[in-house]
């Protein structure tokens, strides 16, 4: 048998085959497992998501010098790639972590849900080493078709279903104009490739088409990363879907898109970064009013978490400008690696504080409000001096990580020469200090009416313990991630 | 602007008549903005998920006309990535949408209204 391509290229994707077989055979034993017993189908997915991250390493020893592309530059394994595909797979894995009992006290099957997790991890991983927009578009439809399905998992719950409604016709129509873009750029550019597309560019003159083309793309990737004008869906689908999953979109699929967005606009459309810079500085100045403006107004904790999250993806849109500015005397594309520190900090934070809201337990399907976080201070210290470490790092206090993530990206944008970008970005971190800090003056300062709902569980708690220390640890140690993150930079 | 197509003129004896790629374009642009007005415009989800596929076909044929136009094989390739996505998206998009309907007994967009602001 003869392959197109050499059969080491194969050894590039190992981690994403062997996932990709994992998840295929939990989708069949999930077919045997009765109800009561899928939390061996849990554990089974999170071994599954740890043995491809041992395989990350195997790969790229095996498959020979980074950055190593495969299959005719469809797909390039370097440590930029690599970065993305370890949060992943840890968001992922936390996710099943706050599943387990989610899902399990639940009236529905847990099997389908976790092979569900683990494609959409593939599509992801995919993403995150895509060089080629084809490959990028197929392994971003991985992706969302599968969340599509979990936003709607509890499909009984008129909230959840409503989600997926919404998720699924707005996320099909983005990914439509995502491919309206793409197919002029190929007219414009003549090739598909990212780094040819690049070559092309900077050897054709500017054109309406491309200029177009350009737009329409980053329009496709401003909705994954729900940035203003594009971000509607994303507080309605964080409130509806199941309360891990909300955990899970605010982080997986924002850091996969991240990824590819650096990915096609530095290497890709890099030739022509004066023109698309505008675009993006507008709507990260949108992104970052309307999250926070729209996060003060919210009485619903997993509304809020959205709102705020749209905010956090204005900041980090300032790294995507900082780098397009180009590099500053010692030739380090700084806006690049401060995305790369904040996305790691957003992660801990963001995954911790929706670890929180799991353990509340409402009085309805996704019905938790700011009051149901009153008087946790008394009934569960230890879960409330985590809370107000997420808090304090969302809002960008020191020494939590939010912190440094903030301070290297607004410094990146003043270096990068948007000052006035930067000054928003403070003043908007200034308004979110209100609603954060609702919350903690909910858990410290109002007495609990009745009973607080509160959950015990185990693996959550662990889960959260985990992005506490990485919150701290990111905050009060940052230079050995500034140094990992500095060597994990696109070319 | 436009090289003749190659195959366009082999029906010997027949007057062949060249369709200009640029025609092409201008039908799958045409089609893709009918498909986002009918994505915007339409209050049924069917209607709105019609819609979208349509705007999928119309990049399809923008796709085949430049890699005709350019003799480059990879746009061709991308329209079977293109319908094999598309028929995934159908799949998962009309199992929701059969969801929405026995929660809400409709499927009118203007009706799924509990979750706002």
């Not at chain 1, 554990?43 to 195997?58: D, G, K, N």
């Not at chain 1, 850091?255 to 675009?279: K, N, Q, T």
């Not at chain 2, 349509?54 to 350019?70: E, K, Q």
């Amino acid at each position: 048998m003869t392959f197109p391509f050499p059969a080491s290229d194969l050894l590039v994707i190992l981690p994403e085959l062997v996932l990709t077989q994992l998840a295929l055979g939990i989708l069949l034993w999930a077919t045997v497992v009765r109800k009561g017993r899928e939390a061996t189908l849990a554990w089974v997915s999170i071994a599954s998501l740890a043995a491809a991250a041992v395989l990350i390493p195997v790969a790229a020893r095996l498959s020979g010098p980074l950055p190593r592309a495969a299959f005719g530059g469809m797909l390039t394994l370097d440590r930029f790639s690599i970065f993305f595909k370890v949060l992943v797979l840890l968001a992922t894995a936390v996710t099943i972590l706050f599943s387990l009992k989610f899902v399990g006290t639940s009236s529905y099957p847990g099997g389908e849900y976790y092979a569900l997790l683990l494609f959409s991890a593939v599509g992801m991983l995919f993403m995150a080493s895509g060089t080629h927009l084809v490959s990028i578009y197929i392994a971003l439809e991985l992706m969302a078709l599968s969340q599509y399905v979990l936003a709607g998992y509890f499909k009984r719950e008129t909230k959840s279903v409503e989600a997926a409604a919404k998720y699924f016709v707005l996320g099909a129509f983005s990914s439509g104009v995502l491919l309206y873009g793409i197919s002029l750029v190929y007219g414009a550019a003549g090739s598909l490739d990212l780094g040819d597309v690049a070559r092309s560019l900077a050897a054709t003159p500017r054109s309406s088409l491309l200029g177009v083309g350009i737009v329409l793309t980053a329009s496709g990737m401003l909705f994954k990363i729900a940035s203003a004008p594009f971000h509607v869906w994303a507080p309605d689908v964080y409130e509806g879907a199941p309360t891990p999953i909300s955990a899970f979109f605010s982080v997986g699929p924002k850091l996969a898109a991240y990824a590819i967005f650096a990915r096609i606009f530095f290497v890709g459309f890099g030739p022509r970064a004066g023109d698309w810079a505008p675009v993006l500085a507008a709507s990260a100045a949108l992104t970052m009013v309307v999250g926070n403006v729209g996060a003060l107004l919210q009485q619903n904790v997993k509304r809020m978490l959205g709102y705020s999250s749209i905010g956090h993806a204005g900041y980090a849109l300032l790294g995507l400008l900082a780098y397009a500015s180009g590099t500053d005397a010692r030739g380090e594309n700084f806006g690049l690696w401060a995305i790369l520190i904040y996305l790691a900090a957003y992660l801990l934070m963001t995954l911790g504080a929706f670890g929180l809201v799991v353990l509340l337990e409402a009085k309805g399907y996704a019905t938790e409000s700011v009051d149901d976080f009153n008087g946790l201070s008394k009934k569960n210290p230890l879960a409330a001096a985590a809370m107000l470490v997420f808090l304090l790092s969302l809002a960008g206090i020191p020494p939590t990580a939010g912190f440094v993530g903030k301070y290297f990206l607004f410094s990146a944008a003043m270096k990068a020469g948007w000052p006035s970008l930067a000054l928003l970005a403070v003043l908007m971190s200034a308004v979110s200090l209100f609603y954060y800090f609702r919350i903690a003056r909910a858990m410290y300062l109002v007495e609990g009416e009745g009973e607080l709902r509160w959950r015990e569980e185990p693996a959550v708690a662990a889960a959260v313990a985990v992005c506490v220390a990485g919150t701290l640890l990111l905050g009060i140690l940052p230079q050995p991630f500034v140094a990992l993150a500095k060597s994990c930079l696109l070319p | 602007m436009t090289p003749a197509l190659p195959g366009a003129a082999a029906g010997a004896g027949v007057a062949a008549m060249t369709v200009p790629p640029a025609a092409f374009l201008l039908v799958g642009t045409l089609l893709f903005f009918i498909g986002v007005a009918g994505a915007l415009l339409k209050r049924n989800a069917l209607s709105m998920f019609l819609s979208i596929e349509l705007m999928m076909n119309a990049v399809n044929l923008l796709f085949l006309t430049y890699a005709r136009m350019r003799g480059d094989a990879a746009g061709q390739m991308v329209v079977f990535f293109v319908i094999a996505v598309a028929a995934a998206e159908a799949a998962v998009g009309l199992a929701i949408f059969v969801a929405l309907f026995r929660a809400r007994m409709t499927i009118d967009v203007d009706k799924a209204n509990l979750l706002k602001w």
